[in-house]
């Protein structure tokens, strides 16, 4: 199965969320997400933080092999949905993972592939297919450590 981006409609989704721990940029926690990019039978998930605007970066959170991610990046988009012509071009400049990622043997590639998997079906939440004639992700940053007060930044 690979991401689909779909609008989070029955309650054991919403739990779900709740309980991986997913924050709103200013730390609040998302307990009622409206939407969501899914792998599940890889146990994936890509969430909207919040953010974006034209100084500020949009966050999401992204859970992967029961580690939970944080990016920041920039979305341009040319053309229009209407002409079955819209063009998605997601720009990810900021990629910060738990120690445990890097522990787990897990690398930076990998991570980078599934991020690229995961934004190219972001970019068509709430589109037909047909509605969307290119998506690019293009990854700026390496994937840095999370720091906190038991690590030493990376």
């Not at 890889?42 to 992967?64: A, T």
């Not at 293009?138 to 906190?148: G, R, S, T, V």
Request: proline share 4%; net charge negative.
């Amino acid at each position: 199965m690979a991401f689909i981006a779909e609008r989070i409609t029955n309650e054991e989704d919403r739990k779900y969320v709740a309980q991986i721990g997913f924050t709103y940029i200013t730390g609040d926690p998302i307990d009622e997400p409206r939407s969501w990019v899914v792998d599940r039978e890889r146990n994936m998930v890509l969430i909207s933080r919040g953010g974006g605007g034209l100084e500020m970066p949009e966050s999401y959170g992204m859970y992967i092999d029961n580690v939970l991610i944080d990016i920041e990046g920039h979305r341009k988009t040319e053309g229009s949905r209407y002409d079955n012509d819209l063009k998605v071009h997601w720009f990810i400049d900021w990629i910060s993972v738990p120690k445990a990622w890097f522990e787990s043997g897990c690398g930076t590639e990998k991570l980078k592939e599934i991020i690229v998997e995961a934004f190219t079906a972001y970019a068509y939440r709430g589109l037909e297919p047909s509605q969307v004639q290119e998506v690019t992700v293009e990854i700026l940053a390496e994937p840095k450590q999370k720091y906190n007060a038991k690590d030493e930044e990376v």
